[in-house]
Nanobody, 122 residues
Framework: QVQLVESGGGLVQAGGSLRLSCAATGRAYNQYAWFRRAPGKEREFVAA????????YYRDSVKGRFTITRENAKNTVYLQMNILKPEDTAVYFC?????????????????WGQGTQVTVSS
């Protein structure tokens, strides 16, 4: 059993930065990811990282602006978000899966956090 708790969301102006944290309790899984759901839209993949940190994956629209990292000693995954844009406004969810994949699908992610709101004003 894994519990994921996100934190770090908030309101920021366009061009600003936020760092999201995902604290995991229970067993460690092989891959963690961040997804987001904007108002009126379906949930979409943002970034993923293997627990070793050897591989990371990003959606095209956040490449060069967002960085996903993990700190195994704290069982925590981070999402550093820079140069934020109004279109980044969404609820951000942390998720964990037992196997590796480079797919952006949410299928296979067994555990999800409750989400944290990120609002970027123009």
């Amino acid at each position: 059993q894994v519990q994921l708790v996100e934190s770090g969301g908030g309101l920021v102006q366009a061009g600003g930065s936020l760092r999201l944290s995902c604290a995991a309790t229970g067993r460690a899984y092989n891959q963690y990811a961040w997804f987001r759901r904007a108002p009126g839209k379906e949930r979409e993949f943002v970034a993923a990282i293997t627990w070793s940190g050897a591989r990371t994956y990003y959606r095209d629209s956040v490449k060069g602006r967002f960085t996903i990292t993990r700190e195994n000693a704290k069982n925590t995954v981070y999402l550093q978000m820079n140069i934020l844009k109004p279109e980044d406004t969404a609820v951000y969810f942390c998720a964990a899966r037992p196997s590796f994949t480079d797919s952006h699908s949410e299928v296979g992610y067994d555990y999800w956090g409750q989400g944290t709101q990120v609002t970027v004003s123009s």
